[in-house]
């Protein structure tokens, strides 16, 4: 049991934060909770006041969490997890101030340990610096990273055989890619801009640029929508018609924020993240951000050529015919077919 607790404490290195107040100053109105230093934990009751210290008389008091109406007291269900905003309509007479309130919202439960069984071991290009991977049609889709060297392939997984490659450009560096609707998007690093191809020919159609986000990391999709990482907490939800970042959920854990989400693939109503340089895997529920597992990974490290530019575990690909996760990492020489279960 200790050292389960120690993985889940090292693959995960979670930052717990106190929200600061953002409360308007107009009239000295300010929002305070019960909950001690703003942070609230799923299923639990958030018990909300006006701190009035000019004894203003007030008529109303209506608020919200996120654009949602709540009553002073009110159960934390269904909500996103991080740091949400609280909003108090504050009318006064015939005036109306609006007073503003962080808090920040854990998971009620602790992340599973999940365990691994390899099933297949294939050929990987050594030379790749994987950033993106997933199947489509029984066939492996990758992306790799660094500038000069970044490309967009189709892989033959069982012989390791490039079967479709093209580069992106020298002033590029590839990060993930997912396909949806024969298109594939394909993300770069510190350039702001990802790329739209033809899944058939590997055409380049369009372009789109990140707005909200800093860079570009990993991204995955649930057939519908599309779910991005920026190397932080984050995880942004891009519209599927403008690729516009609409939303974004925060991943959390009973913790605190865990940071570096990279690689995504969406697996059976859930998301697939490594965390970057920790040789695992965490286990997001899209729907409110929680880690619901984690994988260790790190033992697979050892099983692929040892030479000087071996790097860190990174790739994803779940395939649907045979059921099974598929893991890489940056410049390894094997693919690994392995059967996730819990410990």
């Given at each position: 049991?200790?050292?389960?607790?120690?993985?889940?404490?090292?693959?995960?290195?979670?930052?717990?934060?106190?929200?600061?107040?953002?409360?308007?100053?107009?009239?000295?109105?300010?929002?305070?909770?019960?909950?001690?230093?703003?942070?609230?934990?799923?299923?639990?009751?958030?018990?909300?006041?006006?701190?009035?210290?000019?004894?203003?008389?007030?008529?109303?008091?209506?608020?919200?969490?996120?654009?949602?109406?709540?009553?002073?007291?009110?159960?934390?269900?269904?909500?996103?997890?991080?740091?949400?905003?609280?909003?108090?309509?504050?009318?006064?007479?015939?005036?109306?101030?609006?007073?503003?309130?962080?808090?920040?919202?854990?998971?009620?439960?602790?992340?599973?340990?999940?365990?691994?069984?390899?099933?297949?071991?294939?050929?990987?290009?050594?030379?790749?610096?994987?950033?993106?991977?997933?199947?489509?049609?029984?066939?492996?889709?990758?992306?790799?990273?660094?500038?000069?060297?970044?490309?967009?392939?189709?892989?033959?997984?069982?012989?390791?055989?490039?079967?479709?490659?093209?580069?992106?450009?020298?002033?590029?560096?590839?990060?993930?890619?997912?396909?949806?609707?024969?298109?594939?998007?394909?993300?770069?690093?510190?350039?702001?801009?990802?790329?739209?191809?033809?899944?058939?020919?590997?055409?380049?159609?369009?372009?789109?640029?990140?707005?909200?986000?800093?860079?570009?990391?990993?991204?995955?999709?649930?057939?519908?929508?599309?779910?991005?990482?920026d190397g932080t907490e984050q995880i942004w939800l891009l519209n599927p018609e403008t690729l516009v970042e609409d939303s974004k959920l925060q991943v959390y854990t009973?913790?605190?924020?865990?940071?570096?989400?990279?690689?995504?693939?969406?697996?059976?109503?859930?998301?697939?993240?490594?965390?970057?340089?920790?040789?695992?895997?965490?286990?997001?529920?899209?729907?409110?951000?929680?880690?619901?597992?984690?994988?260790?990974?790190?033992?697979?490290?050892?099983?692929?050529?040892?030479?000087?530019?071996?790097?860190?575990?990174?790739?994803?690909?779940?395939?649907?015919?045979?059921?099974?996760?598929?893991?890489?990492?940056?410049?390894?020489?094997?693919?690994?077919?392995?059967?996730?279960?819990?410990?």
């Open positions: 049991m200790h050292s389960i607790k120690a993985f889940i404490i090292t693959i995960l290195s979670v930052t717990i934060i106190s929200c600061g107040n953002s409360n308007s100053q107009k009239s000295n109105l300010s929002i305070t909770t019960d909950a001690k230093n703003n942070v609230a934990t799923l299923g639990e009751t958030v018990k909300l006041t006006i701190k009035n210290p000019k004894g203003i008389d007030i008529s109303s008091v209506n608020y919200t969490l996120n654009g949602e109406p709540v009553d002073a007291s009110f159960k934390l269900d269904d909500e996103l997890l991080g740091v949400q905003t609280i909003i108090a309509t504050v009318k006064t007479g015939d005036a109306s101030e609006e007073i503003k309130k962080n808090i920040t919202i854990l998971n009620n439960q602790s992340p599973k340990v999940y365990g691994y069984k390899i099933i297949n071991e294939y050929p990987h290009d050594i030379t790749s610096y994987t950033q993106g991977l997933e199947f489509h049609n029984g066939e492996l889709y990758e992306s790799t990273g660094q500038y000069g060297e970044s490309k967009l392939r189709k892989v033959d997984y069982k012989t390791g055989e490039i079967l479709k490659n093209i580069t992106i450009g020298n002033q590029y560096f590839g990060e993930g890619l997912t396909i949806m609707n024969d298109n594939i998007y394909q993300l770069t690093w510190q350039e702001n801009i990802g790329f739209v191809y033809d899944m058939n020919t590997f055409e380049k159609k369009s372009s789109f640029t990140y707005g909200k986000s800093k860079e570009g990391w990993g991204i995955c999709n649930d057939g519908t929508n599309i779910f991005k990482s009973n913790k605190g924020k865990i940071i570096g989400m990279n690689e995504l693939e969406y697996v059976n109503g859930k998301i697939y993240a490594n965390r970057y340089q920790k040789n695992g895997v965490a286990i997001i529920n899209p729907k409110n951000g929680a880690i619901e597992g984690v994988i260790d990974f790190s033992p697979l490290h050892n099983l692929v050529t040892q030479h000087a530019g071996l790097d860190v575990l990174n790739g994803i690909a779940y395939n649907p015919e045979t059921k099974t996760l598929f893991v890489t990492g940056k410049r390894w020489d094997k693919l690994f077919e392995v059967e996730v279960f819990e410990k």
